[in-house]
């Protein structure tokens, strides 16, 4: 272990030339410097995100008082969308049968023709009998509007509390007006508290996400995205171990700008307020444009590449940093591109053609999946998910990024 640490840790690799992580070591009383360390702290913060999204979406069903009576126990999620008459739970429900039921589970979830006439000799139900079994329970395992509108409302909290926090923060200090003061004097820059809690904050809610997604809404994409939050988790750890947090806090600002906006869109569609959700996907496709497409390159990876080129040169973790968010500005282009073409065919047809990212569970069957890039993508309904148009529905392809730095 003591061998794969120094290795690991080859200052050759992870600092500018004649810095040593002994010169790191001892500080100046008051005076802290980031290590690797400090991010363990993530962990157990993002159990505590993972305990408080518990309680922010639950909804359970307890006993009043006076009579004994039955009723639902509210926390905020499940009481915004009650508020709004989404309801819990599913629809019909198919009736027991062991025979199918067997079938369902062991053998396939969609039978073709051929098996539903047998299985309705078997039964002696008629071959219509069978198929509306198999859909309603296969409808079983869908999850609700509700689920996912708590879902989205949670995300939606925390992605426009964090933005506030970070803006805030950002807007005191210099490198958010000018960008060489991410690199005056590196390695040797402060880790400030709020600098600390910004960057922690983000980590553990990634660690969280890596916790959650075992019993969030099976998606697609799931592999996908478990892959995704350990690159993120992996790319936030990388900017910390070598001091690079001042340019990472304004990556991470950058992209949680329009994260909210996504989430938001998402809930007015949910909730069938159709006007609002194609004001806020609009909102939401302009934020993502500016802040990928002009913000992110002239301002963020101009100071990465050029400026810190001048400032301190170049190191081997500096040119691994680099390649990283070189290749996030290339999905940036083709995110904005998939988005793009989804606005235009909304606008035009009043529908939306491919959705990049599903927001159905891998077991539904209504919609017919196609794929378009390295995830899945699925064509949906005039419809959208919910009954509505779906420009929210569309926008799914951002969520496949979100803060993916």
């Given at each position: 272990?003591?061998?794969?640490?120094?290795?690991?840790?080859?200052?050759?690799f992870?600092?500018p030339?004649?810095?040593?992580?002994?010169?790191?070591?001892?500080?100046?009383?008051?005076?802290?410097?980031?290590?690797?360390?400090?991010?363990?702290t993530?962990?157990?913060?993002?159990?505590g995100?993972?305990?408080?999204r518990?309680?922010?979406?639950?909804?359970?069903?307890s006993?009043?008082?006076?009579?004994?009576?039955?009723?639902?126990?509210?926390?905020?999620a499940?009481?915004c969308?009650?508020?709004?008459?989404?309801?819990?739970?599913?629809?019909?429900?198919?009736q027991?049968?062991a025979?199918?039921?067997?079938?369902?589970?062991?053998?396939?979830?969609?039978?073709?023709?051929?098996?539903?006439?047998?299985?309705?000799?078997q039964?002696?139900?008629?071959?219509?009998?069978?198929?509306?079994?198999?859909?309603?329970?296969?409808?079983?395992?869908?999850?609700?509007?509700?689920?996912?509108?708590?879902?989205?409302?949670?995300?939606?909290?925390?992605?426009?509390?964090?933005?506030?926090?970070?803006?805030?923060?950002?807007?005191?200090?210099?490198?958010?007006?000018?960008?060489?003061?991410?690199?005056?004097?590196?390695?040797?820059?402060?880790?400030?508290?709020?600098?600390?809690?910004?960057?922690?904050?983000?980590?553990?809610?990634?660690?969280s996400?890596?916790?959650?997604?075992?019993?969030?809404?099976?998606?697609?994409?799931?592999?996908?995205?478990?892959?995704?939050?350990?690159?993120?988790i992996?790319?936030?750890?990388?900017?910390y171990?070598?001091?690079?947090?001042?340019v990472?806090?304004?990556?991470?600002?950058?992209?949680?700008?329009?994260?909210?906006?996504?989430?938001?869109?998402?809930?007015?569609?949910?909730?069938?307020?159709?006007?609002?959700?194609?004001f806020?996907?609009?909102l939401?496709?302009?934020?993502?444009f500016i802040?990928?497409?002009?913000?992110?390159?002239?301002?963020?990876l101009?100071?990465?590449?050029?400026?810190?080129?001048?400032?301190?040169?170049?190191?081997?973790?500096?040119?691994?940093?680099?390649?990283?968010?070189?290749?996030?500005q290339?999905?940036?282009?083709?995110?904005?591109?998939?988005?793009a073409?989804?606005?235009?065919?909304?606008m035009?047809?009043?529908?939306?053609?491919?959705d990049v990212?599903?927001?159905?569970?891998?077991?539904s069957?209504?919609?017919?999946?196609?794929s378009?890039?390295?995830?899945?993508?699925t064509?949906?309904?005039?419809?959208?998910?919910?009954?509505?148009?779906?420009?929210?529905?569309?926008?799914?392809?951002?969520?496949?990024?979100?803060n993916?730095?």
């Open positions: 272990m003591a061998a794969f640490s120094a290795w690991f840790w080859n200052e050759r992870w600092l030339h004649n810095v040593t992580w002994a010169d790191l070591a001892d500080p100046a009383p008051g005076v802290e410097y980031p290590k690797a360390g400090h991010l363990l993530a962990l157990p913060l993002a159990l995100i993972f305990a408080v518990i309680l922010f979406e639950r909804s359970h069903v006993k009043s008082r006076p009579g004994g009576r039955i009723r639902p126990s509210r926390f905020i499940s009481a969308a009650r508020r709004l008459h989404i309801q819990p739970g599913v629809g019909r429900r198919a027991p049968n025979v199918l039921e067997k079938v369902f589970i062991s053998i396939t979830k969609n039978p073709e023709p051929r098996h539903l006439k047998g299985l309705s000799k039964l002696d139900w008629e071959v219509r009998k069978v198929q509306r079994w198999f859909r309603h329970r296969r409808n079983q395992d869908k999850p609700s509007t509700h689920t996912k509108f708590c879902e989205s409302m949670w995300r939606f909290t925390f992605y426009l509390g964090i933005l506030t926090y970070g803006v805030q923060f950002l807007w005191q200090t210099p490198w958010m007006r000018d960008t060489r003061h991410c690199w005056y004097g590196y390695p040797y820059q402060v880790m400030t508290r709020g600098l600390y809690h910004y960057y922690v904050t983000e980590l553990a809610f990634y660690w996400l890596m916790f959650s997604q075992f019993r969030d809404i099976k998606r697609k994409d799931f592999l996908i995205m478990f892959i995704h939050h350990l690159a993120t992996g790319l936030i750890s990388f900017s171990a070598n001091n690079m947090a001042r990472g806090s304004l990556v991470l600002c950058v992209h949680d700008a329009s994260d909210f906006l996504l989430e938001a869109a998402k809930l007015a569609n949910y909730a069938k307020s159709q006007r609002l959700c194609d806020l996907f609009i939401f496709g302009v934020v993502f802040t990928r497409l002009v913000i992110y390159p002239f301002w963020v101009n100071s990465t590449m050029f400026e810190s080129w001048t400032i301190v040169g170049p190191f081997p973790s500096w040119w691994v940093f680099n390649i990283l968010l070189l290749v996030l290339v999905l940036h282009i083709y995110w904005s591109y998939l988005i073409r989804i606005a235009i065919k909304a035009l047809r009043g529908k939306v053609g491919n990212r599903s927001d159905i569970e891998s077991s069957e209504d919609e017919s999946i196609t378009t890039d390295g995830s899945k993508s064509h949906l309904s005039s419809k959208g998910e919910n009954g509505t148009n779906g420009h929210c529905a569309a926008v799914k392809a951002r969520r496949q990024n979100h993916s730095w």
